[in-house]
T-cell receptor
Framework: GQQLNQSPQSMFIQEGEDVSMNCTSS?????WLWYKQEPGEGPVLLIA?????ELTSNGRLTAQFGITRKDSFLNISASIPSDVGIYFC????????????FGGGTRLMVKP | GAVVSQHPSWVICKSGTSVKIECRSL??????MFWYRQFPKQSLMLMAT?????????EQGVEKDKFLINHASLTLSTLTVTSAHPEDSSFYIC?????????????FGPGTRLTVT
């Protein structure tokens, strides 16, 4: 099936540092979504991107939909301990019933 | 808005028994709901797509006779794990899709942790 390559797999950073993670695919997506999942919980939608080149912010989070529609990145500025969790990108494929394909996740750990 | 609930949040059952998990959209109608399974430290794997009033569409490798899905109303979908075995132990997550216009978003439930002993 379709795959999203998400990197890095994990990050261990100091509080206050900026974070960047990205997803790439060989397929073109019509929508990119970024989710955060905390232990024992379902994913929570952070940012949704609908147009190639779109840059969207949500507080300290910024995400962009790549021009080629095959990639997206998520940046977190000035990280805080509550940013800890697993971040997943997800893409919706054209002509695939708008089902989501998930990346492998980026596990973020923040040291106070 | 866009809240999805799941019940139960966790369940322990004996091997060979069946378990039903409910997924509800609390403040919106969902013509489509999705069921995912997530193993520890892994990503979400789509099991099936559930459309209200019709049969679910299962992903390759998912046994439809083992994972029974019913989507009887616009706010409720259920997943029944029949004759559960220890290898079915996992975190099961549902999502509901807000449809309409060019924007499609899925909102996820909090998940149900199933442990089969």
């Amino acid at each position: 099936g379709q795959q999203l390559n998400q990197s890095p797999q994990s990050m261990f950073i100091q509080e206050g540092e900026d974070v960047s993670m990205n997803c790439t695919s060989s397929s073109i997506f019509n929508t990119w979504l970024w989710y955060k999942q905390e232990p024992g919980e379902g994913p929570v939608l952070l940012i949704a991107l609908y147009k190639a080149g779109e840059l969207t912010s949500n507080g300290r989070l910024t995400a962009q939909f790549g021009i080629t529609r095959k990639d997206s990145f998520l940046n977190i500025s000035a990280s805080i301990p509550s940013d800890v969790g697993i971040y997943f990108c997800a893409g919706q494929l054209l002509n695939a019933g708008n089902m989501l394909t998930f990346g492998g996740g980026t596990r973020l750990m923040v040291k106070p | 808005g866009a809240v999805v609930s799941q019940h139960p949040s966790w369940v322990i059952c004996k091997s060979g028994t069946s378990v039903k998990i409910e997924c509800r959209s609390l403040d919106f109608q969902a013509t489509t709901m999705f069921w995912y399974r997530q193993f520890p430290k892994q990503s979400l794997m789509l099991m099936a797509t559930s459309n209200e009033g019709s049969k679910a569409t299962y992903e390759q490798g998912v046994e439809k006779d083992k994972f029974l899905i019913n989507h009887a109303s616009l706010t409720l979908s259920t997943l029944t794990v029949t004759s559960a075995h220890p290898e079915d132990s996992s975190f099961y997550i549902c999502s509901a899709r807000l449809a309409g216009g060019p924007k499609y978003e899925q909102y996820f439930g909090p998940g149900t942790r199933l442990t089969v002993t």
